[in-house]
């Protein structure tokens, strides 16, 4: 089982990014994913959440309507667009599948909101 995100990087407050996570290894279509993040110092915290056909998306209260969380069940992989970052969204993102017991997490990757 693999969870392989990307698109992380240094982004200046108000800009974008579009996140990435590639998956390998399971039946990916019949997961629900999520993204979470974890601030240094922090807890890591869900960000938003999609269902395993894409019907149902939820999202934490300080990202919505900035963040849209996407799957494309044909290429494994699901996409987290996030538009006028803030530097609180400064944090290691990572990838998560879920289905009912069974969990898998990606490595991460950095987003660094700053001017």
């Known amino acids: 089982v693999q969870l392989v995100e990307s698109g992380g990087g240094l982004v200046q407050p108000g800009g974008s990014l579009r996140l990435s996570c590639a998956a390998s290894?399971?039946?990916?279509?019949?997961?629900?994913m999520s993204w979470h993040r974890q601030a240094p110092g922090k807890e890591r915290e869900l960000v938003a959440y999609?269902?395993?056909?894409?019907?149902?998306?939820n999202y934490a209260d300080s990202v919505k309507g900035r963040f849209t969380i996407s799957r494309d069940n044909a290429k494994n992989t699901i996409y987290l667009q996030m538009n006028s970052l803030k530097p609180e969204d400064t944090a290691v993102y990572f990838c998560?599948?879920?289905?009912?017991?069974?969990?898998?997490w990606g490595q991460g990757t950095q987003v660094t909101v700053s001017s």
């Open positions: 998560n599948a879920r289905k009912y017991g069974v969990a898998y």
């Open positions: 999609i269902s395993s056909e894409g019907g149902i998306t």
């Open positions: 290894g399971f039946t990916f279509s019949s997961f629900g």
